[in-house]
């Protein structure tokens, strides 16, 4: 295990459909995050969990998103009823829980909404 | 409430030409500041954490400074493969864990 993993790296979807992305963290974090860029901004923090146990959501995280990481491992990030306005590359990053808290991010996942 | 400015937006260098990229933050306790690259379509990559005012760290050809308002990204006769853009974001103390970013500076360097 040398990274973050997500899957899928691409996808593209009508407007109205719902989709699911994974992050599969590095194995010795027990934290997860979830962020947000798009096109010439910083990446917008989602939400993140501590093992299996969501402790922060952002206002960003409208009803429509739900995340969920069951065992405490891998994670998982739904959209429903996708909007234009949810073309986005989604992030995963992952850290210790304690010590210098760097958060290493993997690849992404590029969402586009037609 | 907590802010990331960068600047410039954008910096063209030619090889070899040597510049700084800035990073001003307002947050209430910083708990760290980190630089990060990224390369079009992928994830930021880690570069460094610095913690406290005065703190340096070096890497290759990039040196990383803080203090208590900014902190600069010294490019030292840049490449052409330092061609990305520069994200700086804080890590506010209190209980948060998100990291804030800036917009990011993106850097060509042309040979």
């Known amino acids: 295990d040398t990274g973050v993993s997500q899957n899928p790296r691409h996808k593209i979807t009508k407007r109205g459909q719902n989709v699911t992305f994974r992050c599969d963290p590095i194995?010795?974090?027990?934290?997860l995050y979830w962020y947000r860029q798009t096109l010439g901004q910083g990446p917008e923090f989602l939400t993140y969990?501590?093992?299996?146990?969501?402790?922060?959501k952002s206002r960003l995280l409208s009803d429509r998103f739900s995340a969920e990481r069951p065992k405490g491992s891998f994670s998982t990030l739904e959209i429903q009823r996708t909007e234009q306005g949810d073309s986005a590359m989604y992030l995963c990053?992952?850290?210790?829980?304690?010590?210098?808290?760097?958060?290493?991010f993997g690849p992404g996942t590029r969402l586009t909404v037609t | 409430e907590d802010q990331v400015t960068q600047s410039p937006e954008a910096l063209r260098l030619q090889e070899g030409e040597s510049s700084s990229l800035n990073c001003s933050y307002t947050v209430s306790g910083l708990r760290g500041l980190f630089w990060y690259r990224q390369d079009p379509g992928k994830g930021p990559e880690f570069l460094f954490t610095?913690?406290?005012a005065g703190e340096e760290k070096e890497k290759e050809r990039l040196k990383a400074t803080l203090t208590k308002k900014e902190s600069f990204l010294h490019i030292t006769a840049p490449k052409p493969e330092d061609s990305a853009t520069y994200l700086c974001?804080?890590?506010?103390?209190?209980?948060?864990?998100?990291?804030?970013f800036g917009a990011g500076t993106r850097l060509a360097v042309h040979p």
């Open positions: 610095l913690y406290s």
């Open positions: 194995s010795e974090h027990n934290r």
């Open positions: 990053a992952s850290s210790y829980a304690s010590g210098t808290y760097e958060q290493y």
């Open positions: 969990f501590q093992n299996e146990a969501q402790l922060e």
């Open positions: 974001a804080v890590h506010r103390s209190g209980g948060y864990n998100k990291l804030i």
